[in-house]
Each structure stands twice: as structure tokens, then as C-alpha cells.
């Protein structure tokens, strides 16, 4: 099992930068695909950017493109997401999540989350 924990939310100003870590512990983190979700008021939870167990391999959603940058330090057994540029309608709670395969089955743990704002 993995414990992930969020931080690095807050109140920033559009065109800002915010940069949000999750700290993983318990299972070895190195084995995990990790990725960042976000969930804005009254909207579903979508997928914003995830990165492979090496980090050697990232996708983003497209409306983070260029403006987002995911990565991973394995000898910290944590994650970051550098979001520049930011925008109002990033606004939203950001969940880390660390999945893999194990006995034939998927396993995804998520973290509670970190709220970020972002005021014109």
C-alpha cells in the first residue's frame, strides 16, 4: 500500500506559478506509474499529466500543455507538477495517484488532495 500526500496548494494570481508536491511512503514508490488529477467545482475529476515508473515517459492533457511539467524524484519517493501560466480555470482540487500491476490486477492509491486558486 502507498500513502500520498499533497502539498504546495494555495491562492495565486492568473499567470502565476505554483508548483505541487505529493510524498509518497509505505510500498516501494519506484514501482509506481504516478500521475496528477484535478477536480474543479462542480465538475468531474480529470486527468491532467502522468509519468512512468522510470519517469522516463509523460503525457498531459491538452489544455496543460506547455504550461505544466510533471516529474518525479524516486530516491525522495516523490512527485512534482510545475504549473506556470496558470489560468481561472485550473482552479481546483489536484489529487497525486501512484498505480501498477500486481498479481494480474490494478492497483491505484490516491492522496486527499491540494486546493489551488487562482484569482485574476
Known amino acids: 500500500q502507498v500513502k500520498l500526500v499533497e502539498s504546495g496548494g494555495g491562492l495565486v494570481l492568473t499567470g502565476g506559478s505554483l508548483r505541487l508536491s505529493c510524498a509518497a511512503s509505505g510500498d516501494t514508490f519506484s514501482t509506481y506509474d504516478m500521475g496528477w488529477f484535478r477536480r474543479a467545482p462542480g465538475k468531474e475529476r480529470e486527468f491532467v499529466s502522468t509519468i512512468r515508473a522510470s519517469g522516463g515517459t509523460t503525457n498531459y492533457a491538452d489544455f496543460v500543455k506547455g504550461r505544466f511539467t510533471i516529474s518525479r524524484d524516486n530516491t525522495k519517493d516523490a512527485l512534482y507538477l510545475q504549473m506556470n501560466s496558470l489560468k481561472s480555470e485550473d482552479a481546483a482540487i489536484y489529487f497525486c495517484?501512484?498505480?501498477?500491476?500486481?498479481?494480474?490486477?490494478?492497483?491505484?492509491?490516491w492522496g486527499r488532495g491540494t486546493q489551488v486558486i487562482v484569482s485574476s
Open positions: 495517484a501512484a498505480k501498477k500491476f500486481t498479481g494480474g490486477s490494478e492497483i491505484t492509491f
